[in-house]
């Protein structure tokens, strides 16, 4: 798997509300489906029904504190993703959504305080090796939480099982 | 130092001698339980890498409980999914439809569950099982891929929060109270990334079903895990099931907490947790008497056999109001048989409530009960996030199975001491059936 960029520019989509948890991330009345195409249709749809209408590949959603607490479906990383959202900056993440999330390769920001700063449709660059979040559109700078050393592993080999398969060998077949 | 027990059961499954908060382990499983709404994604994932066997088929309990028997065609395409799954890989432990249960009910009811065990499920109210002194914790479908290849997973090694709860239950106040009121203390990430950890004479007052809604809704203050210590009262309830062998483990007197909270349950009153968040809870007298389209009582937090019994108690000789509908949902098909057996569903059904077969239903919208816009609805279940049980716009308000009985006949939020005998009887009954009287007394 290639190394994380270093650098990532997107547009944001800020949702300031604490606590946006999994129902309003994929409702479970889309459960009885996991592929992440027909997921991506309904991203969000409880809490922003034009949210997939707007999102572009490589757009970042930006949100207060305890994003994507609940339930532990892997769907909501699945329908973030598959909507084309690059990165999710939070305040703060529910321990099973951030897990997911590092277990999928899907990158997750803990920047406290930056959804105070973003309008959304502001143009983000986020410098990972730096660990500084960039808002380009007002000028602003902020630093985050560097990954662990353990969740940057897992995103850099693509996922927990690629990470598994890389850590131990091929995992018995 | 002294550790926590989950400390000391996270250290006995990842072969250390002491393991230390924040510190990440790979450590070995004991349980991993699977439904239709996770699993099959972690099939797939883990034949898209060519692993097609399981690491130990004798670890794994299946059982369909999101959407069964099967609400529509992809869902009945799911449960299917389960199903020839583990017919492939041999796993035994399965419950089809007809002796099917939601899964953190079925798996201690049966037997599964063992002091001491580490337990995983691809569904976040896992924590339920920590009340039998396990570490239990909820994850995604790819935890649950890795997990079903090689019995081991990544966790960091949770802080822990004691919660010291003490004194007998006040008259009308059950232990969803007990838990309604820490969650509007703490907060809905008041413990995050934590394990709850309880004790204190409370437990003794508290039955293995009551002490399972405790640990149930961990999760709804962001906790990784719910635990309780392992006393007689758990030992009858695991030997009456079982006779496999477990390790006991206890937190040392000088294990170290990130917080500790004293709560004098005998001051508690019934709980309402208001919509939107499961920590809007308040004292009854301080909930206005909303009109109520809907009341639920089910769910794994809420649908074993003492809450139902306590909901009939309740609602034995009254009719649920006019305009209001009430809807039973047993958390097993045993909880089903027992509430038939007992006369409970005479109880329900003269009252005008719907009884349903055990299922995870409209707890979480999926089917059996969904709400439609504007709709209000008293839930014995665990979140009443915005859209959790149907229409984003509808509202939906937690509280005991006692509380809701309540509400279905009056058709607005209503106190359960408008209906209880004054003296704690069902407190009484549901200890004597859990474990005799003498015990009970012995507990006082």
């Not at chain 1, 105070?116 to 143009?123: A, K, L």
């Not at chain 2, 009443?384 to 607005?412: E, H, Q, W």
């Not at chain 2, 009954?429 to 006082?444: F, K, M, N, P």
């Amino acid at each position: 798997m290639p190394e994380l960029p270093t650098k990532l520019k997107g547009y944001a989509h800020v949702y300031e509300r604490a606590h946006i948890n999994t129902d309003e991330i994929i409702p479970a009345r889309y459960l009885n489906v996991h592929e992440e195409a027909e997921l991506a249709k309904h991203a969000m749809e409880d809490i922003d029904v034009d949210f997939v209408k707007r999102v572009q590949p490589g757009d970042f959603v930006i949100a207060g504190d305890d994003f994507g607490c609940g339930s532990s479906r892997e769907h909501a990383v699945w329908a973030l993703r598959g909507a084309g959202v690059r990165a999710v900056i939070a305040n703060s993440f529910a321990r099973i959504f951030f897990r997911n999330a590092i277990n999928n390769g899907f990158l997750v920001i803990e920047c406290p305080g930056a959804v105070q700063s973003i309008n959304t449709g502001d143009e983000l660059e986020i410098d990972l090796a730096a660990g500084r979040l960039r808002n380009l559109t007002k000028g602003t700078e902020s630093s985050f939480v560097p990954l662990s050393d353990f969740a940057r592993e897992l995103i850099t080999a693509g996922g927990l099982l690629p990470y598994i398969q890389k850590a131990h060998g091929a995992v018995e077949s | 130092m002294g550790m926590t027990i989950t400390e000391k059961i996270l250290a006995a499954h990842s072969k250390r001698e002491c393991v230390v908060p924040g510190e990440i382990v790979n450590a070995k499983l004991d349980l991993i339980v699977c439904h239709e709404v996770t699993t099959p994604p972690a099939v797939q994932m883990l034949r898209k890498l060519g692993i097609n066997k399981v690491f130990d088929p004798s670890k794994i309990l299946v059982t369909p409980d999101h959407f069964v028997p099967n609400k529509d065609i992809k869902s009945a395409e799911l449960a299917k999914q389960l199903r020839q799954w583990r017919e492939e890989q041999g796993i035994t432990r399965y419950y089809e439809v007809g002796n099917h249960g939601i899964c953190h009910a079925i798996a201690p009811e049966q037997g599964h569950v063992l002091p001491g065990m580490t337990i995983i499920c691809g569904d976040s109210h896992t924590t339920t099982m920590g009340a039998l002194g396990t570490f239990a914790t909820g994850v995604g479908s790819t935890d649950l891929a890795a997990a079903l290849a090689t019995g081991e997973l990544w966790f960091k090694v949770p802080e822990s929060i004691l919660f010291e709860l003490n004194g007998p239950l006040p008259h009308g106040v059950y232990s969803k109270d007990i838990i309604l009121y820490i969650i509007s203390k703490i907060g809905v990430d008041g413990a995050r990334y934590k394990a709850m950890e309880y004790r204190g004479s409370s437990l003794r007052y508290l039955t293995m079903e009551a002490r399972f809604t405790i640990t149930n809704m961990a999760i709804e203050a962001g906790g990784k895990s719910g635990i309780m210590p392992v006393d007689e009262i758990a030992m009858n309830y695991v030997h009456a099931r079982t006779s496999e062998p477990y390790e006991l483990y206890y937190s040392d007197d000088d294990a170290e907490y990130a917080e500790r909270f004293t709560i004098d349950v005998s001051s508690l009153e019934p709980m309402v947790a208001l919509p939107s968040l499961p920590s809007n809870g308040r004292f009854i007298g301080e909930v206005p008497r909303v009109k109520i389209d809907q009341v639920y009582i089910g769910s794994c937090t809420n649908g074993r056999i003492e809450d139902l019994r306590i909901a009939a108690s309740v609602m034995k000789g009254h009719k649920v109001a006019k305009g209001t509908r009430a809807i039973v949902v047993p958390a097993t098909t045993e909880v089903w048989k027992t509430a038939m057996r007992e006369g409970l569903f005479d109880i329900f059904s003269e009252a005008g409530c719907v009884i349903s077969t055990a299922t995870c239903g409209a707890c979480l919208g999926g089917y059996m009960g969904v709400l439609g816009a504007e709709e209000t609805c008293l839930s014995t279940t665990n979140r009443n996030f915005v859209g959790r049980m149907g229409d984003p716009r509808a509202k939906v308000y937690l509280a005991s199975p006692a509380t809701a009985a309540a509400t279905a006949i009056t058709g607005t939020i209503t106190d359960p001491r408008e209906f209880l005998k004054p003296e704690s009887q069902h407190l009484l009954a549901a200890a004597e059936s859990a474990y005799g009287q003498d015990d009970y007394l012995w507990g006082v």
